[in-house]
């Protein structure tokens, strides 16, 4: 028989470029995590197209919930409730993915849970770490997103940062573009940086006044922009990765000194970072030394479960299921959901 606590999870996630599912069995167990990934198709225009996202949800969708229920052992008997990313991102995407989950809840009368991305990314170090629990604080950095956040308790969230302008992810990508090396960015800087010096050129760090946690990326874009443009009008070439290595260094050092800054502040002994740009090879780095400094004790997620994925939208489903969070049939894609609200 089935204890009360045995609870398996179908998560679906489509809330950007990726279409994933996933099966999740108490909130920490990975069953299966599937991810169509639909990069090949948006490199080609230089970012992700909306259009172009939905319309390939919508061809993918069935075919990997059901590879999710294979991959593990399940069929639809064995779930207990479909959990959702409802926002934020691109509402076409979303919708996909609701509209989906709906229909499997409706016709097998199971539970719907809808699912903050964000929740998602944070919940994805609960995966590889059961000791994991709340209070702690959270950088979260991905390409839509980037959050300073103390996660109180299960769905309890305070924004303690956030950036003004570009998500880190973003920076990464358009600095990517600008040294032509196409998208997504992000890992490809990350690897292109190992070949440079982060001290060739000194590129701004934001800090704004009376809010130590808030970023802004806006600025070093710019300046690696600017930077190109100048060598280019005079004629000048210059080291890609040089480039490369000094703009990480420009953006992971502020992520660190804020996170450290708040995490000082609050003492709550643990960091943990999620989100895309949490696979940044220089970004964990910096992050395991300075908590390290400071006796804290530092959660990542492998890369797999940092960028979008369906089995952290399983697992925050998990939590908000245990608090006996329901969403009715009128559930609908949240394009700009903010973290805390439902
Ligand atoms: O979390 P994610 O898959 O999607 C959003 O929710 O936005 O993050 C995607 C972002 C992209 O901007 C990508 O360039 C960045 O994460 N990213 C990285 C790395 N891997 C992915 N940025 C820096 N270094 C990486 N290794
Ligand atoms: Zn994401």
Redesign the pocket.
């Known amino acids: 028989m089935k204890e009360i606590r045995d609870i398996n999870i179908l998560a679906i996630e489509s809330?950007?470029d990726?279409t994933a599912a996933a099966v999740v069995h108490n909130g920490r167990e990975v069953c299966s995590n599937i991810i169509s990934s639909q990069i090949d198709l948006h490199k080609l225009y230089g970012g992700v197209v909306p259009e172009i996202a939905s319309r390939k949800h919508i061809e993918k969708i069935n075919q990997v919930i059901e590879e999710a229920l294979k991959e593990a052992g399940t069929r639809l008997d064995d779930i207990d409730a479909v959990a959702v990313t409802y926002g934020p991102g691109l509402v076409g995407a979303l919708l996909v993915g609701v509209a989906e989950a709906k229909a499997i809840a409706y016709a097998r009368h199971l539970p719907l849970i809808g699912v903050h991305?964000i929740e998602g990314?944070i919940s994805a170090n609960y995966i590889e770490h059961p000791e994991l629990e709340p209070p702690f604080l959270c950088l979260v950095v991905?390409?839509?997103?980037t959050h300073l956040v103390c996660v109180r308790d299960y769905g309890k969230y305070e924004i303690l940062g956030r950036t003004r302008d570009d998500?880190?992810?973003?920076a990464?990508?358009k600095v990517?573009r600008a040294i032509g090396l196409g998208y997504?960015?992000?890992?490809k800087?990350?690897r292109l940086a190992k070949e440079g010096n982060p001290e060739a050129i000194v590129f701004p760090k934001a800090h704004i006044a009376d809010a130590p946690y808030d970023f802004s990326f806006s600025g070093v874009k710019s300046a690696v922009l600017n930077y190109i443009n100048g060598c280019q009008m005079k004629g000048e070439s210059f080291r890609p990765a040089d480039v490369a290595a000094s703009f990480q260094k420009a953006v992971v050092d502020v992520l660190v000194d804020h996170s450290m800054k708040a995490a000082e502040e609050y003492g709550l002994g643990r960091f943990a970072i999620a989100?895309?740009?949490a696979?940044?090879?220089a970004?964990r780095e910096s992050m395991k030394e300075a908590c390290e400094e400071r006796h804290l004790k530092f959660y990542h997620p492998s890369?797999i479960f940092?960028?979008?994925n369906a089995a952290m939208i399983g697992a925050a489903g998990y939590y908000e299921y245990l608090a006996g969070i329901r969403h009715g049939w009128d559930l609908n894609a949240v394009p700009n959901l903010r973290l805390g609200e439902r």
């Not at 991905?142 to 997103?145: A, I, L, M, R, V």
């Not at 998500?167 to 973003?170: K, N, P, Q, R, T």
């Not at 997504?184 to 890992?187: K, R, V």
């Open positions: 809330s950007c990726e991305h990314h991905s390409g839509g997103h998500a880190a992810g973003e990464y990508d990517a997504p960015g992000g890992p800087i990350d989100g895309g740009v696979s940044n090879s970004l890369p940092c960028t979008d």
